[in-house]
């Protein structure tokens, strides 16, 4: 019956409302399908030959209910005119063990026809091979493996120490993404120059300026550059920015000196994006 027309919708004044709830959710105990109106067990090798997934079931238990918004009208006894109300009928039901799905069964585990086998009766009826250690899923007659992958988090800072002979002793990185954006992430590097002699930073007092690597740009750029280009002109408003605590901080104002040094022939805002802009990424330009 359906559950909602048009017609006796607007005839009856009635409005069907159905709410489900799921419960208890369950699977089969083994992987089965439908032959011939009634179930039988399902093995892999019988998964491979018909082309068949190597599933079983997923059951939830089920409550429904159903509002019945109908309506109807009262006379006002002070003023004599009919007002419209509404009564709400209230109906429910459960129903236990609903299928709602299948899922794939891993080879090999506590669902698998094999598992109740021993090896004998596995090699005796041909439904496996004693080499097969499963851990993998049919899927349509295919052989499927869940391969793990491991990437980045985004928007986290990760720091590196990098060993000679690279020309950097420490990276910085993080990966910019917008929780509502699907574009990928955009990932901005801050490299510590690493001594030539030894190839590593030991103290403030060596030559370790900071660069920085941005998207669309190809070379490295000096990290304070970067803020001037940001509108963060002078050296002290620069210091502030990373510095929390800049005039008692005497190491951090001493480690950050070379990259301050380094960065002194660019001192206005319009030659720090002029800097940068000489070392974009040519684009094509399409009329």
């Not at 299928?99 to 439904?127: A, D, H, T, W, Y």
């Not at 210091?239 to 000196?257: Q, T, Y």
């Amino acid at each position: 019956m359906p559950q909602y027309t048009i017609g006796k919708q607007f005839e009856t004044g009635k409005n069907l409302i159905w709410e489900f709830k799921f419960g208890q959710v369950s699977v089969s105990e083994h992987p089965r399908h439908l032959e011939d109106g009634k179930y039988d067990p399902l093995f892999p090798h019988e998964s491979r030959i018909r082309n068949l997934t190597y599933s079983t079931e997923l059951f939830a238990d089920l409550t429904v209910s159903k509002k019945e918004l109908e309506d109807f009208y009262v006379e006002n006894p002070t003023t004599g005119l009919r007002e419209r109300k509404v009564k709400t009928v209230l109906k429910e039901f459960q129903k236990k063990k609903v299928e709602i799905g299948k899922v794939p069964v891993m080879l090999r585990s506590r669902f698998c026809q094999l598992k109740k086998l021993n090896e004998l009766q596995r090699i005796k009826n041909g439904k496996d091979c004693s080499f097969d250690q499963g851990g993998y899923f049919i899927i349509n007659g295919s052989e499927k493996v869940i391969v793990a992958q491991e990437r980045m988090g985004n928007n986290q800072v990760n720091v590196f120490a990098k060993k000679p002979p690279s020309k950097y002793s420490w990276l910085a990185e993080i990966r910019s993404q917008a929780e509502s954006s699907n574009r990928p992430p955009q990932l901005f590097t801050m490299q510590m120059k690493s001594d030539a002699k030894n190839g590593r930073v030991s103290g403030p007092k060596e030559n370790a300026s900071i660069y920085c690597t941005i998207p669309l740009i190809r070379d490295s750029i000096p990290l304070v550059i970067l803020f001037r280009a940001l509108n963060c002109v002078a050296d002290k408003t620069i210091l502030n920015r990373i510095c929390f605590d800049c005039p008692d901080d005497a190491a951090m104002r001493e480690a950050l000196r070379a990259s301050l040094e380094e960065s002194k022939i660019i001192q206005t805002q319009e030659d720090a994006l002029d800097y940068i802009a000489k070392r974009g990424i040519a684009q094509s330009y399409v009329k």
